[in-house]
């Protein structure tokens, strides 16, 4: 028997109103900052995520599913949403546009990673980017749009955890100090960890193990190795967040998981779960479109898991507008009446009135129970005398009272009731 493949799951019509519900908050707050939504397609050449996430990174070496097409191209499914919209903004001329320009996407994204709550290996992102622009106070507005996203879902009992990881020009000079720090103490961290020294310093920071964490915790702070310039840029963004009144703790450890990083990072954690369970996050990337072969252009961006939003949903209890449905059911009873329950169903439809009819011969208790486990207000049987004097029974599902109406003008009686639900 088939089974969905393992790290991915169906989501059924019970959980849908979960997903619609986000949704509509994503493309509401998009909309209330000015963003456009951007569609890419779901794999795109394997190059382009092992140019701008990075070869040491984990997503590139253990986690993309990368394959040949029949033309011997080498692509991959999309492990993450900032890379194909950088490569949209170069493609697509967005340079010539007034800057910063704003996109926002909601896509599925593929990572080979051990399967566990809120972390598939097909996973859905809202993200967005802004690109064009450099100053803090685009990414305080960044961090403000999350923060408000999250606030509008209903999601409380969260934290902003924030760091700067410098830039080129002050970024090497932390990662020598780093790489002198950690030469005394290889034989304390994890295998992972060991590699990390030459290949990719700054994942020392991120690693979960315990006694990995233990020495990182004593590690030398990136903001103590700040250039002048991204100093300033720090605490103008501090200086931001204050005035928007966004509380933020400063987390030294904090480098989120891929090279392309530059200055400001930043994350949205649930205070009950720490940091594995981080539902957000995002940061500057000022060089990564020169490093795809653009003109440098500074970024930031954001992207949160959806899985991880309704989980929080559902543990917090937070309700949900439930997916409308049909309110009407048309039964029948009785000889030339079905091919009518089929017209009349079609008419309420025409109508925009959600409406249902019976398919198979039953007897009419057992349409009516068939309505009423579809949670319908009303049922509108058509026996054979209705039939011949051009009337309905109208039936009210709660009361079980039901009145004899004319089949004419039927769609305007059930939408003054429907109205006074």
């Known amino acids: 028997m088939y089974q969905a493949p393992r790290g991915t799951v169906d989501i059924l019509p019970e959980d849908e109103p979960y997903w619609r519900y986000v949704r509509e908050k994503a493309?509401?707050?998009?909309?209330?900052?000015?963003?456009?939504?951007?569609?890419?397609?779901?794999?795109?050449?394997?190059?382009?995520?092992?140019?701008?996430?990075?070869?040491?990174?984990?997503?590139?070496?253990?986690?993309?599913?990368?394959?040949k097409d029949l033309g011997g191209n080498e692509l991959a499914l999309r492990p993450e949403g900032t890379a194909p919209v950088c490569r949209a903004y170069l493609e697509h001329g967005m340079p010539s546009l007034p800057q910063p320009v704003k996109l926002y996407y909601i896509v599925s994204v593929f990572r080979y990673e051990r399967p566990q709550a809120g972390r598939l290996r097909e996973h859905h992102q809202f993200g967005y980017e802004a690109i064009g622009e450099g100053d803090a106070s685009l990414d305080a507005e960044v961090i403000d749009m999350a923060w408000r996203f999250y606030q509008s879902l209903g999601i409380t009992e969260l934290t902003l955890q924030l760091n700067s990881i410098g830039c080129s020009a002050c970024r090497p000079t932390y990662i020598d100090v780093l790489k002198k720090y950690y030469a005394g103490k290889v034989d304390e961290l994890c295998a992972d960890c060991k590699v990390r020294i030459e290949r990719n310093p700054l994942r020392l920071l991120d690693c979960k193990q315990p006694a990995c964490q233990k020495v990182a915790d004593a590690a030398p702070k990136s903001t103590d190795?700040?250039?002048?310039?991204?100093?300033?840029?720090?605490?103008?963004?501090?200086?931001?967040?204050?005035?928007?009144?966004?509380?933020?703790?400063?987390?030294?450890?904090?480098?989120?998981?891929?090279?392309?990083?530059?200055?400001?990072?930043?994350?949205?954690?649930?205070?009950?779960?720490?940091?594995?369970?981080?539902?957000?996050?995002?940061?500057?990337?000022?060089?990564?479109?020169?490093?795809?072969?653009?003109?440098?252009?500074?970024?930031?961006?954001?992207?949160?898991?959806?899985?991880?939003?309704?989980?929080?949903?559902k543990r917090q209890g937070i309700p949900v507008p439930p997916v409308s449905h049909p309110e009407i059911f048309v039964a029948n009873i009785g000889a030339g009446?079905?091919?009518?329950?089929?017209?009349?169903?079609?008419?309420?439809?025409?109508?925009?009135?959600?409406?249902?009819?019976?398919?198979?011969?039953?007897?009419?208790?057992?349409?009516?129970?068939?309505?009423?486990?579809?949670?319908?207000?009303?049922?509108?049987?058509?026996?054979?005398?209705?039939?011949?004097?051009?009337?309905?029974?109208?039936?009210?599902?709660?009361?079980?009272?039901?009145?004899?109406?004319?089949?004419?003008?039927i769609e305007g009686v059930l939408k003054n009731r429907l109205s006074f639900k």
């Not at 501090?238 to 703790?249: A, E, N």
């Not at 981080?278 to 653009?294: M, P, Q, S, V």
């Open 27 to 67: 493309e509401r707050i998009a909309a209330l900052y000015g963003y456009g939504q951007l569609e890419t397609p779901v794999f795109e050449d394997a190059s382009l995520f092992q140019r701008s996430v990075g070869v040491g990174t984990d997503i590139v070496e253990k986690e993309m599913y990368i394959f």
């Open 225 to 313: 190795f700040l250039c002048p310039e991204c100093a300033a840029h720090f605490n103008d963004l501090k200086k931001y967040l204050g005035i928007l009144g966004i509380p933020f703790s400063i987390n030294s450890r904090l480098v989120r998981g891929l090279d392309y990083y530059t200055r400001t990072v930043f994350e949205v954690q649930p205070l009950v779960e720490g940091g594995q369970s981080t539902i957000g996050g995002g940061g500057r990337y000022d060089n990564l479109l020169a490093e795809l072969g653009g003109k440098p252009a500074p970024a930031i961006g954001f992207a949160t898991g959806i899985e991880r939003i309704i989980l929080n949903l």
């Open 337 to 409: 009446t079905k091919d009518e329950a089929v017209k009349l169903a079609a008419a309420l439809r025409k109508n925009n009135i959600g409406a249902l009819a019976a398919t198979e011969e039953r007897s009419l208790r057992a349409q009516l129970r068939r309505a009423n486990s579809l949670g319908v207000r009303f049922a509108l049987i058509i026996g054979e005398d209705e039939f011949k004097n051009g009337t309905v029974v109208l039936r009210d599902m709660a009361s079980a009272g039901q009145e004899s109406v004319p089949l004419k003008g």
